[in-house]
């Protein structure tokens, strides 16, 4: 007879009783895979900065909205103040050819060093957003922040921007609008250090009660 397989079992006592780094590292990995971004903004001195963000979410799409939560704001948070300032923003998808440089952005350099230079990324700029671009990144967004808001169960904050541009190459994009963030070679996270590769299964139709789904082509 085969062993049966052993469940691991944690309720609220027991995560929080977990040891900090282990409860981050399993509580961050729960939330499943999560977009990989890079948010470029501009201190009002100037300063470039980048950090790499996992919480990057759909809002709306019109008016154009995204989302993000950004860490409690009780230490000095660069992206965070500087789009306060300015007001604006760039979220840039990551790929396999940025990855380490990206994963590097999330180390504390100071407020005076650009995390471009230090991560050896070029800044490139846009017709509608003064926020800086990553050039080596495929899928560009350019935004205007709408609304931030402290949320009162754990002090994270949660930054809505409309989208003021788009910049991305025209063969991923199909006929019906979908963007293929796949071809464009946007890799996944779990957890806060671990990236992957994606494959699709397959597209499909809009759900309807009285109609099975089916397989949409994607060229
Ligand atoms: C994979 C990964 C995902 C992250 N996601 C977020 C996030 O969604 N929100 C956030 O505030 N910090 C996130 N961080 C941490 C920031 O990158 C880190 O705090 C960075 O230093 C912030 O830089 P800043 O002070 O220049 O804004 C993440 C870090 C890693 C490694």
Redesign the pocket.
Known sequence: MTKPQQVFYADGDTIANMEQRYRAAFINSLSGFKS?NL?GTSSSDGVN???????VFHVGANPPLLG????PHTV?????ENLEATGQYTINHINQDILRQA?Q?????EAEVS?FDAVGLTPEYGKRCNAPYVAQAIIKIGLQKKQVTELEINGTVLVIGQITEVMLPDNIIAGDGYVDIEKAGTVA?SS??SYHNTQRIERLTYAKPDLPVSAIGVE
Do not use: F
């Open positions: 990989a948010i900065n980048l950090a790499i963000v996992n919480s993000m939560i950004i860490r000095r948070r660069d992206t965070l994963h952005t999330s180390a504390r350099y995390e996270i806060l250090d």
